[in-house]
Nanobody
Framework: VQLQASGGGLVQAGGSLRLSCAASGRTFSNYAMGWFRQAPGKEREFVATTSWSSSATSYADSVKGRFTISRDNAKNTVYLQMNSLKPEDTAAYYC???????????????WGQGTQVTVSS
């Protein structure tokens, strides 16, 4: 699976962004999809994940209630709607594809390139 993330940018605190991750190659609907982020000098951290059918989702506590993950299997795309953004959300955001519904980055088989999100105070 090849993954292409987009939608990052510069936004003021309290604003919103929607990230997209387009997949090609293997059957997108076979995979759970996740979003992770990595700030400079920090490890990659889990943000959100959705099962292949969207029947299950999971969020990091730091984004719960502000971010929403969704997918459109017909378009081979997963989204991350980010509302009420905070400066601490600043990071490079990565999408990943996994054979299992998981929060662990090591369980993801495929990764897209990062898309930078910068939230100014």
């Amino acid at each position: 699976v090849q993954l292409q993330a987009s939608g990052g940018g510069l936004v003021q605190a309290g604003g919103s962004l929607r990230l997209s991750c387009a997949a090609s190659g293997r059957t997108f609907s076979n995979y759970a999809m996740g979003w992770f982020r990595q700030a400079p000098g920090k490890e990659r951290e889990f943000v959100a994940t959705t099962s292949w059918s969207s029947s299950a989702t999971s969020y990091a506590d730091s984004v719960k209630g502000r971010f929403t993950i969704s997918r459109d299997n017909a378009k081979n795309t997963v989204y991350l709607q980010m509302n009420s953004l905070k400066p601490e959300d600043t990071a490079a955001y990565y999408c990943g594809a996994s054979n299992m519904f998981t929060r662990f980055a090591s369980h993801y088989n495929y990764w897209g390139q990062g898309t930078q999100v910068t939230v100014s105070s």
